[in-house]
Every structure is written in C-alpha cells, then in structure tokens.
C-alpha cells in the first residue's frame, strides 16, 4: 500500500492523525527520507514517485511530501498499471487543516481535483495565456 499524504503545514500531529484516518500505524511503514529530492529537478522527483509507487505493491510506503512531480511520477505508475488505484491511500490536508481523502482512479487521474490542490501551476498557465493588456493600462492600475 502507498500513503501519500500532502498540503498545508504537514506538522508530525497531522501526519499521525491522517494516518489513523487510514487505520494504518505509523510503525508499520519503512522509513525514506525523501527531503533529499528537493532540490532535485523534476524528473528525478517524478522518476522516485514512480519507483517509490512499485515499491507500495510489495511494502507499505509512507510520502509525506509537496512535490508536484513526485506525485505525479506516482499517478503515472497507477496509469501504467503498475500499482493498482485500490493500493493508493491519497490525502490532502487543507488550509482549515481538514484531512480530504482523495479517490484516484486507474487512469491515474483524480475525479474530484480540490482548491489549493498541486494547483498552482495550472493557475500561472491560466494567467499566462490571458491576452496581454497594453503598457498603459498595466501602469494605470
């Protein structure tokens, strides 16, 4: 099984009670020390949560991580058929500190996608595809 727990904070209470949320202890899963990626460039991140998701068909795994593309490179081994949807436990923690339990389906997409959820790159596009307002106008305001 792969647990992979995302959002505001991520203090070691929220953590804890997330997990308990799962019924799954904390003991149970082995240790990866992922604050290694960080400064790592996306595709090495995507490439870990690819690996680190075949990892959770054989062994518990616990990510506790905002990282974009390392869940990503999880979704991509659910879609590959790698790591069935059913083995994946996906939480969000919101900015009111509300534990969300998120369904992924086996094309590796998520039905329901909530607010402040890895979406921050789609709202720069959003903003960057907008038509540019003149010189002066952008000075006015």
Request: hydrophobic residues 35%.
């Amino acid at each position: 099984m792969l647990v992979f727990i995302t959002g505001f904070g991520l203090s070691p209470q929220q953590i804890t009670n997330t997990l308990k949320l799962n019924e799954t202890p904390l003991a149970q899963f082995h240790e990866v020390a992922l604050h290694r990626f960080v400064e790592e460039p996306g595709k090495i991140q995507s490439e870990e949560g690819y690996r680190l998701a075949c990892l959770g068909t054989t062994q518990d795994v616990l990510i506790v991580s905002n990282s974009d593309p390392l869940f990503n490179g999880m979704r991509r081994a659910v879609y590959d058929d790698k790591i069935s949807s059913d083995q994946v436990r996906l939480y969000f923690i919101d900015e009111m500190d509300f534990t969300i339990r998120l369904q992924i389906n086996e094309d590796g997409r998520l039905p329901h996608w909530p607010t402040g959820f890895f979406d921050q790159f789609q709202l720069d596009l959003s903003h960057l595809i907008r038509p540019k307002k003149n010189t002066q106008e952008a000075i006015d305001e």
